[in-house]
């Protein structure tokens, strides 16, 4: 019997990297049959206990095993899980819930789908898992990202931030060429590319192209299902509308007009909907409204007909002619169902509820858990140390050879004199290069530029005075390069790793270690030349402090 305490409620669900800058529709379902429905779930029973595992019917068959203070996934086909703990995660299944089925722990790992994983350790090439943990693939250090395998498909993106589809064996069936892509189902996918990563392409399994419009046209949304697609019409207009389009990429039925967001189908019904409005409506498969829009202030599909809303701050269960088949007496909800039990929020407690509305007395648990893993990345760090290193030298700024003058400088960045402030004494550069973005800034010790005068005297016939006359700036000869700031973006996880890779290529090109401060340093007196490498633990980007003139060593 699960106990129950009326202590504080807190949810604990955590969602997978998603990228706003990627169109990848590495969505939430967790890969089952039923995509709506789980057989087991983590759970705390009480506030702070250890996570446990109950099954359908809310019995517990996983007892307080893992500390409150780990995540633990969705429980995939064939009972099994991944548990984060201290940043690291091992796979476990409900038959060996105390040990892990390998020894290997992972930095990344995303869910399973079809059989199959991916895995990273920071640093290393990513890895293709089954779901007995066994390794069976390591990709090409040329990809970058891959998310989960979905209609037996998995998009991955390259170091040159391209994104294409591996198969289930991780092989490349259709190379990086795109902007963007969305996850692969019913045989389609959309993919965006074009200078501007405007122009969408509806693509079969080999790459083939079927349809092509303009983004502005169809936008579409998450991913094709029971072969129609959603799209949003003139989303940023007032007028907006969502229409589906069939696997050819013809509309399936009119557009609907008023609403911007459109879900997937799900036995043969779809949400669509306003964020900002809270506006959700329920189409059938020939476009019309089955559920008005304006009653409730969300909907969720959960198949066969039935579907979960919240009405006012209260949630229940109404079927697809609206019929209210659990009343609106809950505070919340999750969107999985626990085998055929719906999961509702009752004060600080989650409850089972069955089809006809029966709550599963026995199953009362504070929190869940339901990790998501959305993307794994490798980051080539041997090839970001050598981009980041790559503008220092014994001699100086490599990107100068070695002169610290500002016109040396300036010719090197293309900087024009009157794109300069009167006032300035720093050039900025940035520099991508595949996934690296690597920023320069190089100060001087003076301004960077000054206007000359000369003479003139002029007398009325009373009295001679001097004027002085601007013959225009030109580059300070006197200012000299003083110290360069070189920053890259990393996330912090890296951090360690990256170091020693930094200090290798120092060493390689010939500053050597001050071991008592931790700078590395060239040249002795005026010649002297000092770098530190700078991190820490809460920022996403690393720092190189380059001193080229010895006033400055007390910057570091």
């Not at 809950?330 to 407690?349: A, E, P, Q, V």
Request: proline share 2%; glycine share 8%.
């Amino acid at each position: 019997m699960i106990r129950r305490k009326t202590i504080f409620s807190s949810l604990t669900f955590v969602c997978g990297l998603m990228l706003s800058s990627l169109f990848v529709s590495c969505d939430s379902l967790g890969g089952q049959k039923d995509e709506n429905k789980v057989d087991y779930l983590a759970v705390q029973i009480d506030e702070n206990d250890s996570w446990s595992i109950i099954d359908a019917e809310g019995n517990v068959i996983v007892d307080r095993e893992y500390d409150k203070d780990d995540k633990v996934s969705i429980i995939y086909d064939g009972g099994i899980y991944w548990v984060c703990s201290k940043d690291k995660y091992r796979l476990y299944s409900i038959d060996s819930p105390k040990k892990s089925l390998t020894d290997k722990e992972y930095d990344k790992v995303t869910e399973f789908r079809e059989g199959r994983a991916f895995v990273s350790i920071n640093g290393q090439p990513i890895i293709m898992i089954d779901e007995k943990g066994n390794h069976l693939k390591t990709l090409s250090k040329d990809v970058a990202m891959v998310c989960p395998i979905r209609d037996g498909m998995a998009p991955f993106q390259n170091q040159e931030g391209l994104w294409g589809f591996l198969n289930k064996n991780g092989d490349v069936v259709i190379p990086a060429a795109y902007k963007d892509v969305h996850n692969f189902d019913c045989g389609v996918s959309c993919v965006y590319s074009g200078d501007d990563g405007k122009t969408v392409s509806l693509i079969d399994k080999k790459g083939n192209t079927i349809k092509t419009w303009n983004k502005e046209k169809y936008t579409p949304s998450f991913i094709a299902s029971e072969d129609k697609w959603g799209m949003t019409v003139d989303g940023s207009s007032d007028n907006p509308s969502v229409v589906y389009l069939d696997l050819k990429g013809n509309e399936v039925f009119g557009k609907v007009k008023g609403y911007k967001r459109t879900d997937v189908f799900y036995s043969g019904y779809a949400v669509i909907y306003n964020y900002t409005d809270d506006d959700y409506a329920v189409i059938n498969d020939k476009g019309e409204k089955v559920i008005r829009g304006g009653k409730y202030k969300s909907i969720m599909n959960m198949g066969n007909g039935i579907f979960i809303a919240k009405k006012g701050d209260k949630c229940g269960i109404v079927d697809a002619e609206d019929n209210t088949l659990v009343k609106f007496d809950y505070d919340d909800y999750f969107y999985y169902r626990l085998g055929d039990n719906y999961i509702m929020k009752s004060g600080n407690y989650y409850v089972l509820v069955t089809p006809k509305g029966e709550e599963v007395k026995k199953a009362e648990f504070r929190n869940y858990s339901a990790l998501h893993f959305s993307v794994v990345e490798y980051i080539d760090l041997q090839s970001g140390a050598e981009m980041f290193t790559r503008n220092v030298s014994t001699k100086g700024l490599v990107l100068s050879n070695g002169r610290d003058d500002v016109a040396s400088i300036a010719k090197a960045l293309d900087t024009k004199l009157d794109s300069c402030g009167n006032y300035e004494d720093t050039f900025i550069n940035t520099l991508t290069q595949g996934k690296w973005k690597v920023s320069t800034e190089m100060k001087f010790n003076r301004y960077i530029k000054n206007e000359n005068f000369h003479e003139e005297k002029v007398n009325d016939g009373w009295f001679e005075t001097t004027n002085y006359v601007s013959d225009g700036y030109q580059w300070n000869p006197d200012a000299k390069l003083a110290y360069v700031k070189i920053t890259m973006e990393l996330p912090a996880q890296y951090h360690k790793s990256f170091q020693p890779l930094v200090e290798k290529s120092l060493k390689s090109k010939g500053f050597k270690k001050n071991k008592d401060n931790g700078y590395f340093y060239c040249g002795s007196g005026d010649k002297e030349k000092r770098i530190k490498f700078n991190s820490t633990e809460y920022d996403n980007q690393v720092e190189l402090i380059f001193i080229t003139d010895s006033e400055y060593f007390f910057y570091l």
